[in-house]
């Protein structure tokens, strides 16, 4: 997952619910970013918290209930200016 001045990409994806997940977050902008997940209540995920300076690359783990969730970009005006994603996490398929 990169994140550039002002927008992820890629800006969604899905993973499997209750699996242990690792994203990748390589800040390609000018200035800092972070990407913090939260819920449609509006509360954040724990460990899903990432925030990078410029040039700076930093992993987050954690898992998710079964849902969708809403990526953003705490820092002032970015989540506006189109630092916004979703991501999904859906049942494991079987097989
Ligand atoms: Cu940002």
Known sequence: ?????F???PDGF???AGSPVVVTFENRGAVAHDWIL??????????TRMCAA???TVVASFSLSGGTYEAWCSLPGHYESGMKGEVKA???SAG
């Open 14 to 16: 899905t993973v499997d």
């Open 54 to 56: 410029p040039g700076e």
């Open 1 to 5: 997952m990169v994140g550039t001045d």
């Open 90 to 92: 859906e049942p494991a």
């Open 38 to 47: 939260r819920t449609d209540e509006g509360a954040e995920v724990a460990g």
């Open 7 to 9: 927008a992820f990409e």
